[in-house]
């Protein structure tokens, strides 16, 4: 294992000489409270990190082939209407009706793909992936958040529940990022995202159903303030609608294994199931 700060040239730039593929997913959590020093290191440990490594490759005798470098799909705006792909999905930032967290996010997604894509390194092909909720049943998260809440009864709808959720398999995740090292061709921003998005209230009911639980107590607007506070996070990360589909996968060829997320669901609690079982933890469905 060999260590990096993230910020400055080092003794890990020798190994990344003659590699295939390097693929940076470096960056502070987002879950947490938007004070400034919690922005001012989300921001900057994604655009410091990118620029160093964009450095290091730029002065490498033999460079690696591909850099992947983590993106967000928070980049597109808050979508209730259509569906937003890399060709026709609008960017973020100008709408005038949303709370001004919403506008930092989506700026801070902007100078991370700037300082990605400007990045002088001629003889390495560049993606940024653009990516939605990755559902994988490894601790910490997002999936084990959101069972927490299924089992408890709060597994209802956030809000209206109308904001569309985008969201990936952890299999496909994968999957997705071994079809872009070999797609020699694709050299932009992906979004690696399942096809079809959802609205709020119906994902969780799919969720719901997939644990076998079939209500759960829905969570009003100020209900989720209060509850963001307490667990230090932005509702933000409940109630923007990221309405993000996967154009450049699909039209290269891509097949995803639960583009459903009905499907999906049932395979993550399974697993998840599973892996708690071997674990030896003792969960109920009630």
Known sequence: MILWDGRSLGSWVETLEHADVVINLAGRSVDCRYTSANRAEILRSRVESTEILGTAIREMRFPPRLWLNASTATIYRHSMDRDMDEATGELGGNEPDVP????????????????????????????????AMVMSVEPGGVLEVLL???????????????????????????????????????????NLAAPYPLPNEQFLSHLRNAWGISVGLPANDWMLEIGAFLLRTETELLLKSRRVVPGILQNHGFAFRFPEWSEAARDLVRRWRAKSVVAGTSIHTK
């Not at 506008?103 to 092909?125: G, Y």
């Not at 597994?155 to 999957?175: K, L, P, T």
């Open 148 to 190: 927490r809440l299924v089992r408890t009864g709060l597994g209802g709808a956030w809000g209206s529940g109308r904001q569309y959720m985008s969201w990936i398999h952890e299999e496909d995740f994968v999957r997705a990022v071994e079809f872009l090292i070999e797609r020699e061709e694709i050299a932009t921003a992906v």
């Open 100 to 131: 001004p967290t919403w506008r930092f996010s989506i700026e801070v997604a902007r100078q991370w793909e700037t300082c990605f894509f400007a990045a002088d390194t001629p003889r390495t092909r560049k993606v940024a992936l653009r990516s």
